[in-house]
Nanobody, 121 residues
Framework: QVQLVESGGGLVQPGGSLRLSCVAS????????IGWFRQAPGKEREGVSC????????DYADSVKGRFTISRDNAKNTVYLQMNSLKPEDTAVYYC??????????????WGQGTQVTVSS
């Protein structure tokens, strides 16, 4: 059974940083592309970033390019999302997901419980 667990969210001031983690359990994350998504209240789910199994040429939404960085540590079975220069519009619940494919973009087939990110002064 595929399980993903997100962590690292919290309350941060505008301009601040957070690093989200997505830990896989019961499967080896190495072989699969992982995507980060977010959903704000009253809004549709949005794809934020994606990293393929090879970690070449990650994808980013235009709204986060230059501010967010996705990476993976296969030894820790973890994918990270480093978020810098956070803005209030980044406030959302963030989820990692996979469709067990190797390439981006990923389908929202398996996802975790999410972690809340709130950017506010």
């Amino acid at each position: 059974q595929v399980q993903l667990v997100e962590s690292g969210g919290g309350l941060v001031q505008p301009g601040g940083s957070l690093r989200l983690s997505c830990v896989a359990s019961r499967f080896t994350l190495d072989y699969y592309a992982i995507g980060w998504f977010r959903q704000a209240p009253g809004k549709e789910r949005e794809g934020v970033s994606c990293i393929s199994s090879s970690a070449h040429s990650p994808d980013y939404a235009d709204s986060v390019k230059g501010r967010f960085t996705i990476s993976r540590d296969n030894a820790k079975n973890t994918v990270y999302l480093q978020m810098n220069s956070l803005k209030p519009e980044d406030t959302a619940v963030y989820y990692c997901a996979t469709d067990l494919g190797r390439l981006c973009p990923v389908g929202y087939d398996y996802w975790g419980q999410g972690t809340q990110v709130t950017v506010s002064s």
